[in-house]
């Protein structure tokens, strides 16, 4: 069993469920990555050419969000800067997280960005308490040779493993999947970099109007629509609690 929770953290406390999330648009109101590209990088018409090929099978995400970050070359701690004074949480997720701390449903952070700007915003808009029980599986950011992350062009985007997703997020679910008694899983994204774990959790919250219903009304994967985190919280609670099944949440756009 300690084995297991080494390998599986958010199984440490025997959960009756898990709560996979992304976090750009998903957790915050605006992508921090989106945010940065289309302010200080190459801007919104090749950011969203670059979402749309890979949300259509013409490139991969890894290829599209290296060139996004690529196109950044503000030093990393005025990115940083940026990005707290402008990215906003849902006004509904810290009541969701008090909630999921208090019912012992882990809340699991996978996310095609980068370690340092979840936990500075998180921690920003949350609280450092908040940062410490989370588990936040991401990307990361390195130097570029002779410079450091702080330098104008001095940073590049560092991935989490070799996938075409530069971060492959069913691979941290699958695991959890695979056990033969396992809690019930949930998963919440809006775009692009949730392709990859669409299809690997019980019951999948895709942002309305966003890319990922898009892609799950295409792939024929069953999901619910949300607008904030009150509707998750809503209907993660009825599942818990045993008032609804996965099956009956599953109503696709709301």
């Known amino acids: 069993m300690a084995q297991q929770d080494a390998s599986l953290p958010a199984l ?3 959960p ?5 999330t992304d976090f750009d648009g998903t957790i915050t109101l605006q992508d921090s990555n989106d945010f940065m590209t289309d302010h200080l990088g190459f801007g919104v018409e090749l950011r969203k050419k ?13 290829d599209s969000f290296q060139e996004m970050m690529d196109s950044v070359r503000t030093p990393y701690d005025k990115c940083i800067a940026e990005l707290l004074a402008n990215v906003r949480l849902d006004p509904c997720f810290a009541a969701f997280f008090r ?10 952070v996978l996310s095609g960005g980068m370690q340092p700007i979840i ?15 989370m588990q936040i599986v991401s990307n990361d950011v390195e130097p570029r040779p002779g410079k ?3 330098e104008e062009d001095g940073w590049n985007i560092k991935f989490h493993d070799d996938s075409h997703f530069g971060h492959d997020k069913s691979l941290e679910i699958k695991p959890y999947a695979a056990l033969e008694s396992r809690p019930i ?4 994204g809006d775009g692009v970099s949730d392709l990859s774990a669409a299809k690997e959790t019980d019951l999948l919250f895709a942002k309305a109007g966003r890319d990922l219903v898009t892609y799950c009304e295409n792939e024929k994967v069953p999901f619910v629509t949300f607008n904030d985190f009150s509707d998750i919280h809503k209907i993660v609670a009825d599942v818990v609690e045993g008032k609804m099944s996965v099956k009956e949440a599953a109503k696709g756009r709301l």
């Open 99 to 108: 909630w999921a701390r208090e019912n012992n449903v882990p809340v699991v």
């Open 185 to 188: 899983m949930f998963y919440a």
């Open 119 to 133: 936990r500075a915003l998180l921690a920003h808009l949350v609280g450092e308490d908040a940062v410490s029980h």
């Open 16 to 20: 009756k469920a898990i709560f996979f």
């Open 50 to 62: 670059g979402n749309q090929d890979v949300l259509f099978g013409r490139r991969s995400f890894r």
């Open 12 to 14: 440490r406390t025997q």
């Open 148 to 150: 450091s992350i702080n």
